[in-house]
């Protein structure tokens, strides 16, 4: 196994349990508007996205079905969640098993917007172990997967993208962190994970697909 300098991961479905709330409350409102995805048709697109983008492929969707979404549709999608992220949140388990072992460089990278992030980084009580290493795309022009976000962590932290593993749970984050030179770790651990998602990780090119994180700290350490 390479040596790795920086470890950085995606937030939503690798630290925090969050993509199990949020994908089951965005199917059911979108398919109260008319738009009904199967499960692994959106988790497969719209997991990892940036809202700006995921708002923009929605909006799309509607009109192309020729349905006519609600004018505050942005706010209604995420509403019932944060609700249930306040009362419901918790971190993946292992995951600061894996932040002590590693001693390297380490940043979280994430499509969250940088208030909810840090919201949820707070709630799980993993904000101070990452911090101030925690970076949104709401600082880059292109969000995953596009390779800016985990370019911008690299050069905040001081790594060459070479030497840095990304962890990852989505296509769209596989794919960023190898347009970035990176190597690329997929993740199953997280609530959402269906039994397609390693297999899709791999497809996009992920290096290695880890069911958990102790699995992840194994594999650092060896």
């Not at 001081?158 to 997929?186: F, H």
Request: hydrophobic letters at 50%.
């Amino acid at each position: 196994m390479a040596k790795f300098d920086a470890l950085i991961f995606d937030c939503d479905g690798v630290l925090v349990d969050s993509e199990v709330i949020a994908i089951q409350c965005e199917r059911e409102i979108l398919a109260g508007w008319g738009l009904d995805y199967a499960f692994e048709a959106f988790v497969q697109r719209f997991v990892g996205l940036h809202n700006r983008d995921f708002h923009n492929a929605i909006a799309a969707d509607a009109q192309t079905a020729g349905l006519e979404l609600p004018d505050d549709f942005r706010t209604a999608l995420h509403a019932n969640h944060w609700k249930r992220f306040e009362a419901e949140l918790t971190a993946i388990d292992g995951v600061l098993e894996v932040a002590a072992a590693f001693s390297g460089l380490q940043a979280v990278a994430s499509s969250s917007e940088a208030d909810k992030l840090v919201r949820k980084l707070e709630l799980t009580g993993l904000h101070d172990t990452f911090a101030p290493h925690v970076y949104s795309s709401d600082l880059v022009a292109n969000g995953k997967p596009a390779p800016d976000l985990f370019l911008l962590a690299a050069d905040r932290i001081g790594a060459r993208p070479e030497t840095c593993v990304v962890i990852e749970d989505s296509v769209n984050g596989v794919k960023a962190a190898l347009a970035a030179g990176m190597t690329a770790w997929g993740f199953t651990g997280g609530g959402h994970a269906d039994a397609g998602l390693a297999g899709r990780l791999t497809e996009a090119g992920a290096h290695g697909v880890f069911a958990s994180h102790r699995d992840i700290a194994a594999a650092l350490a060896g």
